[in-house]
């Protein structure tokens, strides 16, 4: 039987990449909209495992991004980052892991950011809820790695998408001078690492992959 695989945020640039790879692979792939998979609901996240088949792979892919300094930050503003970024992975990776703990099998990945190493201004609540991530899933390589489940993070780097297509000409110029080989990452080339992170790497758990030249 195929493996099964579970990409949350299933309408973003990143996750119909990926989605694809895995595809041509000969996969099983599901990556639902948030109408069908909403991470930030937890009825959502309960009713969808919950008639899903169980998953070998959950890719925790839902994020939004929005700027603000500290002081001008609502307490709003500050919870959806987390709601969606750091607590949907949470929840999504508890639904997904009962069943994998009780057949020994599986695997998390958890997209996060650049940013959650490398905070810029501006970026506070979402840097904060992306390096969230980090914590969460080198955490959970130690709690389940016992029963043979892997756990990794991935931060892509800066990709075209459509977070970052109405990003000003002048700033995609300044972002692209910090990268040494002076290119920026791509959807194709992220979905392939994480492809070979899955299927060529399982010895690897506990770790985070930075995929740019900064």
């Not at 390096?131 to 991935?154: C, D, K």
């Not at 970052?164 to 959807?187: C, M």
Request: one cysteine or more.
């Amino acid at each position: 039987m195929n493996e099964r695989v579970l990409i949350t945020g299933g309408e973003g640039d990143l996750a119909a990449a990926i989605a694809d790879t895995f595809r041509r692979a000969g996969f099983d792939v599901r990556n639902p909209g948030r109408r069908e998979l909403d991470v930030s609901s937890p009825e959502s996240v309960s009713d969808y495992f919950s008639s899903a088949a169980p998953i070998d792979l959950l890719i925790a892919n839902a994020g939004c991004a929005e700027n603000g300094l500290l002081a001008r930050t609502t307490e709003s503003a500050w919870d959806r980052q987390f709601e969606i970024n750091l607590h949907g992975a949470f929840r999504c990776a508890r639904a997904a892991l009962r069943p994998m703990v009780k057949r020994r099998h599986g695997h998390l990945i958890f997209l996060s950011s650049y940013s959650a190493l490398h905070p810029p201004a501006g970026q506070v609540a979402y840097a904060s809820a992306k390096a969230g991530l980090l914590g969460l899933s080198q955490s959970l390589a130690q709690e389940v790695g016992p029963a043979n489940i892997r756990s990794n993070v991935i931060l892509p780097g800066f990709l075209e998408t459509k977070m970052t297509r109405d990003l000003p000409q002048a700033r995609r110029e300044q972002v692209l001078q910090d990268h040494r080989l002076e290119r920026f990452n791509t959807l194709e080339a992220t979905a392939e690492f994480i492809l070979h992170l899955h299927r060529s790497m399982p010895h690897t758990s506990g770790q985070c992959f930075q995929l740019d030249s900064r």
